[in-house]
T-cell receptor, first 115, second 117 residues
Framework: GAVVSQHPSWVICKSGTSVKIECRSL??????MFWYRQFPKQSLMLMAT?????????EQGVEKDKFLINHASLTLSTLTVTSAHPEDSSFYIC???????????FGQGTRLTVV | AQTVTQSQPEMSVQEAETVTLSCTYD???????LFWYKQPPSRQMILVIR??????QNATENRFSVNFQKAAKSFSLKISDSQLGDAAMYFC??????????????FGKGTHLIIQP
């Protein structure tokens, strides 16, 4: 199946700093990429939808100035958590839609810990 | 807004037995997709099975099959001949597009499946 690589797999950062998470589709072009957040023992919640070359669409309650999403190419989307705080600690997962009628493919996720 | 409900936080089954995980959903759309995803301890999301709402035939993938009742908005997953490797969190999900559409996937809260040896 298609591969989506998410980097880093885990990151620890200090409160007040920013951290960038990358999501790459390795063997296909993704017209749309999605970012989800998963708190411990909870389900995945959609944060935002990004399309290449356009602004991301954020779900209600997600701060767009805090979670910056850039989808500069058909194979790369980035999520930057700005001025991170301990409550931003979570598991962040991306998925990429090839737009060919198949299912979306998920990255392996990034565990963010803010100390 | 679409909602997905999984009423079984945890299920336990003996190895080699059959188990059914329940899922109901709410939507006003007539054409959509339903999914079952497996999330093992590694937390990698693995697609188990996908159902297109306009197809009346229930999807099957080897030991995994679904019972799709469109009128009842029910989408249960049956796992036959359960294996130890089936132990994981299982999420039911809904989408307007096969790859997530314009709105991504809406997930249920998940069912933790335990396989007893």
């Amino acid at each position: 199946g298609a591969v989506v690589s998410q980097h880093p797999s885990w990151v620890i950062c200090k409160s007040g700093t920013s951290v960038k998470i990358e999501c790459r589709s390795l063997d296909f072009q993704a017209t749309t990429m999605f970012w989800y957040r998963q708190f411990p023992k909870q389900s995945l919640m959609l944060m935002a939808t990004s399309n290449e070359g356009s602004k991301a669409t954020y779900e209600q309650g997600v701060e767009k100035d805090k979670f910056l999403i850039n989808h500069a190419s058909l194979t790369l989307s980035t999520l930057t958590v700005t001025s991170a705080h301990p409550e931003d600690s979570s598991f962040y997962i991306c998925s990429a839609d090839p737009g060919t009628g198949t299912e979306a493919f998920f990255g392996q996720g990034t565990r963010l810990t803010v100390v | 807004a679409q909602t997905v409900t999984q009423s079984q936080p945890e299920m336990s089954v003996q190895e080699a037995e059959t188990v059914t995980l329940s899922c109901t959903y709410d939507t006003s759309e007539s054409d959509y997709y339903l999914f079952w995803y497996k999330q093992p301890p590694s937390r990698q999301m693995i697609l188990v099975i996908r159902q297109e709402a306009y197809k009346q035939q229930n999807a099957t993938e080897n030991r995994f099959s679904v019972n799709f009742q469109k009128a009842a908005k029910s989408f249960s997953l049956k796992i036959s001949d359960s294996q130890l490797g089936d132990a994981a969190m299982y999420f039911c999900a809904y989408s307007l597009g096969s790859g997530g559409g314009a709105d991504g996937l809406t997930f249920g809260k998940g069912t933790h499946l335990i396989i007893q040896p």
